[in-house]
């Protein structure tokens, strides 16, 4: 990405967290019926999606992180440090998740709700990629929150495959957006292994403060 297409989407990914969202933008098409003819016409062998993203620059490969770790390869620590509108964050402000005995924090729920709902259709289920899409709990260890939050806001094509992937831009849809920071932190626990695959067994319940502060983003 060249330095004035990253600041064009910079520009947008922080208009798009600061201004009034537009209407749901119209649901993102799915890939091709059995994940992409060209995905599977741009390699042979085993791994495809693995192959393919890693020439462009996405980062599919899985990331080794010591058991109990608490910074990831990226440098992030993503140790919970203060609680604001019913969402953890670390001691830089950075979403992260909170599980205490099993028990995880509602936003990293939420996160397993919204992902199966507007990312497992590409990415796989749980995080865990498909031959079309890269494996987003991976992709989480790497690259840092902002640059998460950009490529969702402003989507991304792969110009240099013949694959012709699209990840769909997802800056004006609020059933997405609102919940960036829930789908964010739910991949970080995939990535570190501290959330097992399948929905999320015991969660801490909905506090009022993330009510409001969801309502207050649904409504803009
Ligand atoms: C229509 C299919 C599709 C949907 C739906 C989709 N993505 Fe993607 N996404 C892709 C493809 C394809 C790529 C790889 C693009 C490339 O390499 O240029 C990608 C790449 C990404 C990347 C970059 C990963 C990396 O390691 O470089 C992130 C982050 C991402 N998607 C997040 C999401 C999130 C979060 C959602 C759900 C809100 C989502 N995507 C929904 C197709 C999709």
Known sequence: MNAITSLASLALAASVATTALAQDATTPTPPPAEAGAGAAAATSGAAPAAAEPAASGASDAPVAMAEGATTLPNGMDITPATQEN?????AEGIPTYKIDNGVVDFATFNGFRRYSAE???????????????????????????????????????????????????????????????????????RGTDELPRGRPGERADKSEEYTAQEDSCMSM
């Open 86 to 90: 019913g969402r953890w964050y670390n």
């Open 119 to 189: 990312c497992h259709v590409c990415h796989g289920p749980d995080g865990e990629g498909s031959t079309y899409a890269p494996a987003l709990k991976n992709s989480v260890l790497r690259m840092d929150y902002y640059a998460f939050q950009e490529i969702v806001a402003s989507g991304k094509q792969d110009v240099n495959s013949a694959a012709n992937l699209v990840m769909p831009a997802f800056g004006t849809n609020k059933n997405v957006w609102c919940y960036i920071d829930d789908i964010y932190v739910y991949l970080l626990a």
